[in-house]
């Protein structure tokens, strides 16, 4: 089954590439420029639609004073205004935005600006050793440390953005993958694909012009930058730019009625995170629109106590390389009834769900996701053999295992590659994972499979608790609720799971340290 931009966009001749299309702010600008574009909570500092679009024309061409058209700006910092600046700036003079992960060590933030070989390096003091050795280990040419640098070179700029011509094929992002499969990897994002994913987002996620979106995913992942703050750009919202996730600060932001948040984003670990803060019970947050859920399938009991207590969980899939990809209706019944599914198709994209040999599979079977459409990734930053391997007859493989229902409702099953398979049957861990996370003992688990000289492969289960739990009661929890190959043969206890930027477990991690320590505890 195709789902798809292709019939849409012949019905209604929606562009995708014309300049005003592409270059949102300065459309809103002369639309509504008095309305309020974003805010950032850490300074309190708001910037209308005009002020925004002015910021970035000066930012724009201080930077084509600087660097030539393609070069790589990168920038390594909290979430901020200035971010978002930076980056549609990047658009605008024709170069590349490379927003770095401040959670990566020193030696891991030198091997992503040496992959990009930026002519700039902007970063706040927070953040100085780290950025030290980049500037000069890379040697990078131009360096602005600190918020204040920044706005005194943005401020000292012409206000009239140079005139580039704006390819919507051109690279305007580079976004790295978080590595739970290894090395990092630059997904190269271009102007029409920040605009179909903001696109998508906003459309699944039932954003209006007037509604008011809290972003605290870090503006260096697509959830962030492309969804959350692009969306609400694209349609005339507002973003508020928090720098940081603090479980409690964001209860209280999404409690104030004076905010009148309506959208916000979290992984599932976020969204547990917040249940268990002692400050949820005082919390009101009935008014929201939709909890947007991503990065991982919310568990099914903490879908039911969102639903219970009047919060929407709009549960979703979506990837670096391709932006948002499904999303559940906002029905409360449907969100229910389908609890753990991750919904239909967006607009602009068009999926298949193929076997093994790339034959499409049919309702109920486990396939692995293939998509086609405007917000798909063109590749990966110098790698072509990498880009090659990712892409076949023109679709885009994820890597990601689902199954789809006869009425186009998605579930994600796993990771096609951490599907294992134990006395030929496959396994996948994901199922087991919900049926820990139904355990009250439980905090967070993830299941691997690991190498089993009986059986090929058998599960390892490594689990946080907040009470006390045996192995043995792990095994006879899993019993009574999966078929007996399902059972993980292994149980390991640790305080932390290793975790990438983006909230998703490091399985790779866990793999190795099976191997390094096999024993169970």
């Known amino acids: 089954m195709k789902q798809g931009f292709s019939a849409l966009q012949s019905s209604t001749g929606m562009p995708i590439d014309g300049a005003d299309i592409l270059d949102f702010i300065a459309c809103r600008a002369r639309a509504h420029g008095e309305r309020i574009a974003c805010t950032d909570l850490a300074v309190n500092r708001d910037l209308t639609y005009r002020e925004l679009d002015a910021e970035i024309a000066r930012c724009a061409n201080w930077l084509t004073g600087l660097l030539d058209e393609g070069a790589r700006v990168a920038m390594l910092s909290r979430n901020s205004v200035d971010m978002l600046v930076v980056h549609f700036a990047c658009a605008r003079a024709g170069m590349i935005f490379q927003p770095l992960n401040w959670r990566l060590s020193g030696a891991e933030i030198l091997a992503l600006v040496r992959d990009a070989a930026p002519g700039i390096l902007i970063y706040q003091a927070e953040f100085e050793t780290a950025a030290q050795a980049a500037f000069t280990d890379a040697g990078i040419a131009h360096v602005v440390r600190g918020d204040r640098a920044l706005a005194d070179a943005i401020a000292a700029a012409p206000p009239a953005t140079a005139s580039r011509a704006r390819n919507p094929d051109a690279p305007i992002t580079l976004l790295y993958t978080s590595g739970t499969t290894g090395k990092p990897k630059g997904v190269i994002v271009t102007a029409r694909n920040a605009w179909a994913t903001a696109f998508n987002f906003a459309t699944v996620n039932e954003v209006a012009p007037r509604d008011v979106l809290l972003c605290d995913m870090p503006l260096f992942h697509v959830a962030g930058l492309f969804g959350v703050a692009r ?230 289960a490594y689990i946080v608790t907040h009470a006390v739990l045996t192995a043995d009661d792990v095994t006879r929890h899993c019993r009574e609720r999966l078929a007996h190959y399902k059972v993980p043969k292994h149980v390991h206890f640790i305080n932390l799971l290793p975790r990438t930027g983006s909230g998703k477990v490091k399985k790779d991690d866990l793999r190795r340290a099976f191997h390094e320590t096999p024993k169970d505890s």
């Open 231 to 460: 969306a609400a750009l694209l349609m005339g919202a507002t973003v508020l730019i928090s720098d940081r996730f603090v479980p409690a600060t964001a209860l209280k932001l999404l409690s104030d009625q004076s905010r009148g948040i309506t959208h916000y984003f979290a992984v599932p670990q976020m969204a547990t995170v917040m249940l268990q803060d002692f400050s949820y019970a005082q919390s009101n947050l009935t008014r929201l629109k939709a909890l947007v859920i991503g990065g991982a399938p919310l568990p099914k009991i903490v879908i039911e106590r969102l639903l219970a207590d009047g919060i929407p969980p709009i549960e979703g899939y979506g990837l670096s390389e391709a932006g948002t990809v499904f999303g559940m209706p906002f029905d409360r019944d449907t969100i229910a009834q389908r609890a753990g599914m991750c919904g239909v198709a967006a607009m602009l994209i068009e999926v298949r769900l193929v076997d093994a040999d790339g034959r499409d599979v049919g309702e109920g079977r486990v396939g692995e996701i293939w998509l086609k459409g405007p917000s798909v990734t063109t590749g990966y930053w110098r790698q072509p053999e990498t880009t090659e391997k990712a892409f076949q007859d023109g679709w885009f493989k994820t890597g990601d295992a689902a199954c789809r229902d006869a009425d186009g409702f998605y579930q994600i099953v796993d990771r096609w590659k951490d599907m294992y398979i134990s006395g030929g049957e496959n396994v996948y861990p994901a199922e087991i994972e919900n049926v820990l996370a139904e355990h009250p003992a439980i905090s967070e688990a993830a299941v691997v499979g690991v190498t089993d000289t009986q059986w090929g492969e058998s599960g390892c």
